[in-house]
């Protein structure tokens, strides 16, 4: 069922540093701050050869990684995004084994304009897992 891995996230205490880190220390290609209000997060993409990695920064008062923020001041691996080809399908047979569908259990629109859905970490080995539809 799940495809290429499309990113790994870090939420992170300050992004304008990670993100310069990223770009100077470890010579990575940057994209510009996205903010997603959406989803409670300003995102930055690193852009690796394989995948990406997605610098994650709590926007807004109800951010859904405050709490992690919290927990891990100094930042800390967030999710890990999987493709899918039909995330509906994919929705249906998680939910039938068991796993819990974050939020409303419908797909949102993520940071690539793709419908994305969250599997509950404590389901998966202690992952937060997104989903999204290629
Ligand atoms: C823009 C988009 C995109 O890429 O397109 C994105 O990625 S948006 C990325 C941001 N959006 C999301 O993450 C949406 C889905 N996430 C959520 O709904 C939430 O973050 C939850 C995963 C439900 C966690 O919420 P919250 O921290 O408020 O709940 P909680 O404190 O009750 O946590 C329940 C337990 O899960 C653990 N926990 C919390 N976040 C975790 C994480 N990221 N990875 C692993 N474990 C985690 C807590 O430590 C706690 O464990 P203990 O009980 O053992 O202490
Ligand atoms: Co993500």
Do not use: W
């Not at 997603?36 to 050869?49: K, N």
């Not at 394989?50 to 709590?58: D, R, S």
């Not at 993520?110 to 389901?123: I, M, N, Q, S, T």
Request: aromatic share 4%; charged share 20%; hydrophobic share 40%.
């Amino acid at each position: 069922m799940i495809g290429r891995l499309n990113h790994v996230a870090i939420a992170v205490p300050d992004l304008e540093a990670a993100a310069a880190q990223y770009r100077d220390t470890l010579g990575a290609v940057v994209r510009a701050p996205q903010e997603e209000p959406d989803h409670g997060v300003t995102v930055v993409f690193i852009e690796l050869p394989n995948t990406k990695v997605e610098l994650l920064h709590p926007l807004g008062d109800n951010s859904p990684i405050q709490g992690f923020l919290d927990k891990n001041p100094s930042g800390g691996i967030h999710h890990m995004c999987f493709e899918v080809e039909d995330i509906l399908a994919a929705r249906d047979t998680l939910k039938a084994q068991g796993a819990r569908v974050l939020g409303t259990g419908e797909p949102k629109i993520g940071a690539h304009g793709k419908p994305v859905l969250f599997l509950h970490p404590k389901d998966f080995n202690g992952c937060l897992i997104e989903l999204e539809q290629v």
